[in-house]
């Protein structure tokens, strides 16, 4: 099995910096993209930003030049650089990857983490 673990999130106050993490453990052949995504009380879930295996990244327009996705390929981790954060940055953070695992080929599964809580006081 694949486990995802979030961490980083916390109480910042607005114009403040944050970095999350995101590490996949388990029976894992190779870890392909790694996204975040983010949930605010009564809104839908939304992509935050994605990182591919080799290093492409694409973020939401609303995180354009203030958030820095990146990975250490080492230690299947991603990571979410957040600055200049904004009260309405405030939301459930989600850790997903698309992950082959060992002895299953060419397969690929997505798994997800249990979130992290970032706040962002005004």
């Known amino acids: 099995q694949v486990q995802l673990v979030e961490s980083g999130g916390g109480l910042v106050q607005a114009g403040g910096s944050l970095r999350l993490s995101c590490a996949a453990s388990?029976?894992?052949?190779?870890?392909?993209?790694m996204a975040w995504h983010r949930q605010a009380p009564e809104k839908q879930r939304e992509l935050v930003a994605f990182?591919?295996?080799?290093?492409?990244?694409n973020y939401a327009d609303s995180v354009k030049g203030r958030f820095t996705i990146s990975r250490d390929n080492t230690k299947n981790t991603a990571y979410l650089q957040m600055n200049s954060l904004k009260p309405e940055d405030t939301a459930v953070y989600y850790c997903?990857?698309?992950?082959?695992?060992?002895?299953?080929?060419?397969?690929?599964?997505?798994?997800w983490g249990q979130g992290t809580q970032v706040t962002v006081s005004s």
């Open positions: 997903n990857a698309d992950v082959r695992r060992r002895g299953y080929g060419q397969s690929t599964s997505e798994y």
């Open positions: 990182i591919t295996s080799s290093g492409s990244t």
């Open positions: 388990g029976s894992i052949f190779s870890v392909n993209t």
